[in-house]
């Protein structure tokens, strides 16, 4: 009886490990910038680094590869806060990534299909996007063809600034699994 006890226990512990792991985070899908010179910011993005502008409305998208891009919109009021309006994460699952972060307490919105936000403790917009997002900015950075001008094809870091770390690490590390 001892054993079962002991068994059960561990099950349940296991279960409830499992229930609060997220679906993999894959990598960046893009990052979204505000501008406050449209023409400065096509030309730096455009002839200077070498990418392929696209548009999506007043939004410029520079594809880096199929699946990554940057993202150029015209400046808001932003109350202080950085030119970082957003940074995208591509997930293995966005319904359970879903799921997940309203196991935390937070509360994710999807807006969209393919996307769910969440922002973060000092109200930076986090989404994770799928794979195979039919967002326009996914799909025009899957139609686009690398382009040979470009110095990298790959986005391995975004940042923006961190006034509390604790909280920001409490979301970044301990919810998310992030590490330096």
């Known amino acids: 009886m001892k054993f079962l006890s002991l068994f059960i226990a561990a099950v349940v512990c296991a279960a409830s490990l499992a229930a609060q792991s997220h679906p993999a985070i894959t990598g960046i899908a893009f990052m979204r910038v505000y501008t406050d010179d449209v023409p400065a910011a096509e030309h730096f993005y455009g002839p200077t680094m070498g990418y392929d502008e696209k548009h999506n409305g007043e939004e410029m998208i520079f594809p880096i ?55 973060d403790p000092e109200g930076n917009l986090v989404i ?31 940042g923006f ?20």
């Open 161 to 180: 600034i961190v006034h509390d770390r604790a909280k920001e690490d409490a979301f970044w590390k301990d919810i998310l699994g992030f590490r330096p």
């Open 65 to 119: 590869n199929r699946h990554q891009w940057i993202e150029v919109v015209p400046s808001k009021p932003r109350d202080g806060q950085s030119y970082m309006a957003s940074v995208g994460f591509t997930v293995t699952d966005l319904a359970a990534m879903k799921r997940y972060l309203e196991s935390k307490g937070l509360h994710p919105e999807t807006p969209d299909p393919g996307l769910v936000e969440v922002h």
């Open 128 to 158: 994770f996007v799928a794979k195979d997002s039919p967002l326009k900015e996914a799909v025009l950075a899957r139609e686009t063809p690398l382009s040979p001008r470009a110095p990298s094809h790959h986005i391995i870091h975004v």
